[in-house]
C-alpha cells in the first residue's frame, strides 16, 4: 500500500504492463521454440511484416522485453526515472512525452527496416523484431539533461564522473558497440537513434510550459535555453561542428516552415528568468534546481568580467575625500566644549547647522 501510494498514475500503469507483457512473450517463446517462434508473438511483438494485420503492436511492442536482464533495468527506468518526471511535468504531459517517443521511434525504424527490404530483397529485414524499451531509457535521459543539466553521475566512488547532458550520448554510443554483437539487432540501433532525436525535438520544440504568474505570457512551447541546445551533449571539441551542422539544419527547417525560430522572450524565459513549469511541488524543485544552475553559471561570469574592473574600482574608492567625515567630527567635538563649559548658546561664528541644534 505505501509502494501504491507512492507511484504517480502512469508509472502506476506502466510498471504492471511491462511485466505482464515481458514475462507472457518469455512464457511464449519458451514453450514454442521453435523457428515460427517470431509468428507466434507477433500480436505482441512489432513485426513490419505484420503490422497491418496487428496494428496495436506499434505502441504496445514499447513495453515489452525478450530477457529478464533487460527487463530488470526497464522496471528501474520506468520506476525511478518515470516517477521523476512525472512529478516534474504532471501526468497528462508525461503521458503525451511516453506516446511521442514510443510511436515515433518504431514507425520511423519499421520505415527503416522496410527500406533495406525493398533495397536488398532479403525478407529477414521485414521479420525483425521492433521491441523494448530503448526509446524510453534514451529519452528519459534527455529530459533529464533538460531538468537537472549541471549535475553530475559519480560512480566507483568518485573513480568515474559524468555530466548528466553526456548520458544520452554514452546511452547511444553503448548500443551502437552492443549492435556489432548477436545481443541486439539493427532495429535497436534504429530505436535509439531515434528515440533520442524525437525526444530532443519534442522537448526543445513543442513541449507546453507554463511560465511565470507575473508574467503577460499564458504559455510556452519548447526550451530556447541555451544549456539544452543540441550541441550540448557533445564534448566540448566537437562542439562547434556539431552546432554549425544543427544551426544550418534548422535554419533550412524554418525556411520550410517546419521549426518557428524563437524569440528574444523565449530565450529569456527559457533560461530561467521568467520560466517557471506548472505542476506538483516536484515540479517547483526540479525547475528551482534548473534556475539555481542557471543563476549560478550567469553569476560566474559576471564575477569573471568584475575582475578586470576591482583594482580601478578600489583606486576610485582610495581617492574619495574625507573632509565631512573630518567636519562632523570636528562639529561633534566643538558641542561636546561647548557641554562641558555650561554653555548652551551658539557663537556668531557657528555653523548653521550648529544654529540649528541650538535650543
Known amino acids: 500500500m505505501p509502494l501504491r501510494a507512492n507511484l504517480p498514475s502512469v508509472v502506476r500503469i506502466l510498471l504492471p504492463v511491462l511485466i505482464f507483457q515481458s514475462i507472457l512473450g518469455l512464457a511464449i517463446k519458451y514453450r514454442h521454440s521453435s523457428l515460427s517462434s517470431e509468428v507466434l508473438v507477433a500480436w505482441l511483438f512489432f513485426l513490419p511484416s505484420h503490422s497491418l494485420r496487428y496494428p496495436w503492436t506499434i505502441l504496445t511492442a514499447t513495453l515489452v522485453e525478450n530477457n529478464l536482464v533487460s527487463l530488470g533495468l526497464a522496471t528501474l527506468t520506468i520506476f525511478y526515472g518515470g516517477r521523476y518526471l512525472e512529478r516534474a511535468w504532471t501526468s497528462v504531459e508525461f503521458a503525451k512525452f511516453l506516446l511521442v517517443i514510443s510511436l515515433i521511434p518504431n514507425i520511423i525504424c519499421c520505415g527503416a527496416l522496410l527500406s533495406l527490404f525493398a533495397l536488398t530483397g532479403n525478407p529477414q529485414w521485414t521479420n525483425t523484431i521492433i521491441h523494448g524499451t530503448l526509446s524510453i531509457q534514451v529519452s528519459f535521459l534527455v529530459a533529464f539533461s533538460q531538468l537537472i543539466p549541471t549535475h553530475t553521475v559519480t560512480i566507483f566512488k568518485g573513480i568515474i564522473s559524468v555530466r548528466v547532458t553526456r548520458l544520452p550520448i554514452l546511452h547511444v554510443l553503448g548500443v551502437t558497440l552492443l549492435v556489432m554483437t548477436p545481443l541486439l539487432s539493427l532495429a535497436s540501433f534504429f530505436i535509439d537513434v531515434t528515440g533520442f532525436l524525437t525526444s530532443w525535438t519534442y522537448l526543445r520544440f513543442y513541449k507546453e510550459a507554463f511560465p511565470d504568474l507575473q508574467t503577460s505570457q499564458s504559455s510556452l512551447r519548447g526550451d530556447a535555453s541555451d544549456t539544452f ?97 573630518m567636519q562632523v567630527h570636528s562639529q561633534s567635538a566643538g558641542l561636546e566644549l561647548e557641554r562641558l563649559r555650561g554653555d548652551t548658546s551658539c557663537s556668531p561664528k557657528g555653523t548653521p547647522d550648529e544654529e540649528r541644534m541650538a535650543p
Open 229 to 325: 541546445a543540441f550541441a550540448g551533449f557533445f564534448p566540448d571539441p566537437v562542439k562547434p561542428l556539431i552546432a554549425t551542422i544543427s544551426n544550418k539544419l534548422f535554419d533550412f527547417l524554418v525556411i520550410l516552415r517546419i521549426c518557428t525560430p524563437f524569440s528574444a522572450a523565449d530565450v529569456s524565459a527559457s533560461n530561467g528568468e521568467l520560466f517557471m513549469q506548472r505542476g506538483t511541488p516536484g515540479s517547483a524543485r526540479a525547475e528551482a534546481e534548473r534556475r539555481r544552475a542557471l543563476a549560478l553559471k550567469a553569476l560566474d561570469q559576471r564575477l569573471h568580467a568584475a575582475t578586470a574592473n576591482h583594482a580601478k574600482t578600489s583606486n576610485s574608492f582610495s581617492s574619495i575625500p574625507d573632509g565631512p567625515s
